[in-house]
């Protein structure tokens, strides 16, 4: 196996750690972090939990970019490059590259559903009992998004908008009380259009275009409203 | 949801914040115990969060054992309904590729029916049509309710409930030995990794839920819990290619299970023995072995992206005693009573057992500290629904 130099924020120190670690083409930071933790530091913090992006709890800052330490391989970092590693920013630090991420679920409004139907083979037949095949949403709740976001101002963030635009797909009669919280002061008016929240996305939600899809509505409601209050 | 008031002032210390940790701490609040669980990392950071996420309808183990397979079929009825969230409910096919495997469907049905589980047989033709990706080679299959858990999200379910009810829950606590008085334990060291400072808990009892690393926990109380860690390699591709939970009608083997889940497809897994339950490097031929296996069932898979490769450990029960005496016996996992085996007094723990049935793992560990303390608290996780994941961090961040 190859070796590779990476470095490691660590709280306690306010400064960052060195290690070698042995890789391979599969090798992710997730697993240089599980070898630091093994073989050199058993305190080491971060999060993981499925390594293999469905639980959304290793996001990490590497060489700046947001990622999912998990998914994402040494070897496409050049060799040339140096490997450095840190805690995702706008989340609550807990040490090293650990974070509570209560303050981010905390934004989501509490009958958010995290089911939808199934995109393959909707054609086929289902179970009798059934009414269609049923699948997880794709946002796996990693914050990457909210993290990537330029928009400084208290706000909901990316993630949960997102997830409001889904309840409006799947649920379209509902769709006015979801616009009404999508409208809050905290809501859609804040963005300003960055994307960074689409690009750093793992799972291909497009908050972005979520974000800006709700905004249409509202002002489509609001038109649609002004035009109900004055008489022909 | 209510605790059934103080019954108890007993304080009971959960290591490991697992499935099975997870249920074991909300059955213990739920019955009116005061308890505090401790994780050495995240919670869920050891095999639970790595499994396949096969919701396991019984029907993989019924053949060799009833008892389990009736015991699963259970679970999946109660955790459709106290966590639907937690679970893409579709179901699983036991597919007859070979001729092998199409004799195979009658010993398995049979199992099947006296297990409980439902089954459906299904032609050539019209699982295809369910399933177009499939291998067309294949001469039909058995449909039983298997299904896809999200393997982070149903314990945080257990977790949400257990918070609720007051438990108080520590990760990024590890816990490096025991507190005797004489042959009792009295209390746990543990590491709070967030302050890097080592504080003593006083309990009366400790439920050592360490999964993989049981023995090593054990191993801490001068206790030999004979366990071997048995890693298996997960493989996952980018693309969904199937609804249902595709298996092989067959006696259980490698590279048999795959499982869809959000847009992945899952395949696993293998087994190997190692001595450390932390050492989950994945072997290349294990790559290989589970892309073949899954092109096998399913062709179009050889066309999708490797997305990654890992593992996770099973606990495998080595040398299985003979003493049954202080032993709460499932076939699927024991709690065992060390005060009766060992003559170490203060701790139970916990062998065996699967993510599909943490909650009845649960159930069994508590009804054994309920008979330690004269508490006659029935047990109520079946029938309450869980509050949903998110309610978990509703309060607030963990310290
Ligand atoms: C390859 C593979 C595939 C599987 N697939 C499935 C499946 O599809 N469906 C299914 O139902 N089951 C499956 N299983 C089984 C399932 O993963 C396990 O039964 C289940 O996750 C065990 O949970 P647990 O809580 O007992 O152990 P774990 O999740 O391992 O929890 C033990 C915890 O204890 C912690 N710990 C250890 N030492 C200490 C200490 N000193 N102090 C504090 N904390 C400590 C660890 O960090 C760990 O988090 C699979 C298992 C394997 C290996
Ligand atoms: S929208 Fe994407 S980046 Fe944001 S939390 Fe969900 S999965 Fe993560
Ligand atoms: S560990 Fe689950 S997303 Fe990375």
Redesign the pocket.
């Known amino acids: 196996m190859k070796e590779r130099t990476v470095t490691v924020y660590r709280t306690a120190k306010k400064t960052v750690d060195e290690f070698t670690v042995p890789y391979n083409e599969r090798t992710t930071i997730l697993d240089a972090l599980e070898y630091i933790r093994l073989q050199k530091d058993p305190d080491l913090m971060y999060r993981q939990s499925c390594h293999h992006g469905s639980c959304?709890t290793c996001?990490m800052a590497v060489n700046g970019e947001f990622v999912l330490s998990c998914i994402k391989r040494l070897a496409d970092i050049p060799e040339d490059q140096a490997v450095r590693i840190e805690p995702l920013p706008t989340m609550h630090q807990i040490g090293d590259l650990a974070f509570d991420p209560a303050e981010f679920f905390n934004e989501f409004p509490d009958d958010i559903e995290y089911k939808r139907v199934s995109e393959v083979n909707t054609d086929a037949p289902v179970p009798r009992d059934m009414e269609h095949y049923e699948r997880f949403e794709?946002?796996?709740?990693?914050?990457?998004?909210?993290t990537s976001c330029p928009v400084t101002e208290d706000w909901m963030g990316?993630?949960a908008l997102?997830s409001i635009h889904r309840m409006i797909e799947k649920n379209p009669d509902d769709a006015d009380t979801w616009l009404d919280r999508a409208a809050d002061k905290r809501g859609v008016e804040r963005c300003t259009k960055d994307f960074s929240?689409s690009r750093?996305?793992?799972?291909g939600?497009a908050?972005g275009k979520r974000i800006t899809l709700l905004g249409s509505m509202i002002k489509k409601r609001e038109k649609a409203r002004a035009s109900e209050e004055k008489p022909e | 949801m209510q605790p059934m008031g103080n019954v108890s002032d007993t304080h009971v210390v959960v290591v490991g914040g697992g499935g099975t940790g997870a249920a074991i701490l909300y059955d213990l609040v739920q019955r009116g115990f005061k308890a505090t669980l401790f994780e050495r990392g995240e919670l869920t950071c050891g095999s639970t969060g790595r499994h396949h996420g096969l919701l396991h309808s019984g029907a993989r183990y019924v053949v060799k054992d009833r008892a389990v397979g009736r015991e699963c079929m259970n679970e999946v009825r109660i955790l459709k309904r106290i966590a639907p969230e937690a679970i893409e409910a579709n179901r699983g096919v036991f597919v007859a590729f070979t001729e092998e495997e199409e004799a195979y469907r009658e010993t398995f049905e049979e199992a099947c029916a006296e297990a409980d589980i439902p089954t459906q047989w299904l032609n050539a033709d019209e699982l295809l049509a369910m399933e177009p990706r499939l291998n067309p080679t294949l001469r039909g299959g058995v449909m039983v309710p298997d299904g896809t858990l999200d393997a982070y999200r149903l314990p945080m379910h257990f977790f949400a409930g257990a918070r609720q009810l007051g438990a108080v829950i520590r990760n990024f606590a590890r816990v490096e030995s025991f507190v005797f008085e004489g042959r009792r334990i009295a209390g746990v060291t543990v590491r709070d990794l967030r302050t890097g400072t080592d504080e003593t808990v006083a309990c009366d009892l400790v439920i050592n839920a360490t999964g993989g690393w049981a023995g090593k926990l054990a191993a801490m109380a001068d206790i030999d819990l004979p366990i071997t860690p048995a890693p298996g390699t997960m493989l996952a591709h980018q693309g969904r290619l199937v609804n249902n939970i595709i298996e092989r009608l067959r006696p259980a083997s490698d590279g048999d299970i795959l499982v869809p889940q959000r847009g992945l497809s899952i395949i696993g897994s293998t087994q190997w023995q190692s001595d450390d339950p932390d050492d989950c490097t994945v072997p290349d031929k294990d790559v290989d072995f589970l892309t073949r296996a899954a092109i096998d069932m399913v062709p179009d898979f050889k066309d999708t992206k490797y997305h990654k490769a890992w593992a996770a450990v099973r606990p495998l029960a080595g040398a299985s005693s003979t003493e049954e005496e202080g032993r709460e016996l499932s076939r699927d996992f024991d709690v065992r009573n060390h005060g009766t085996l060992d003559g170490v007094e203060g701790m139970l723990s916990l062998t065996g057992g699967k993510a599909t049935t943490l909650r009845i793992m649960g159930e069994k560990t508590v009804d054994v500290v309920c008979g330690m303390f004269d508490v006659e608290v029935p047990c109520r996780t079946a029938d309450e629904p869980l509050p949903n994941y998110r309610q978990f961090f509703r309060h607030g961040v963990l310290v």
């Open positions: 959304g996001g794709s946002c796996i709740e990693c914050g990457l998004c909210v990316p993630a997102a929240c750093v996305c793992p799972t939600v908050p």
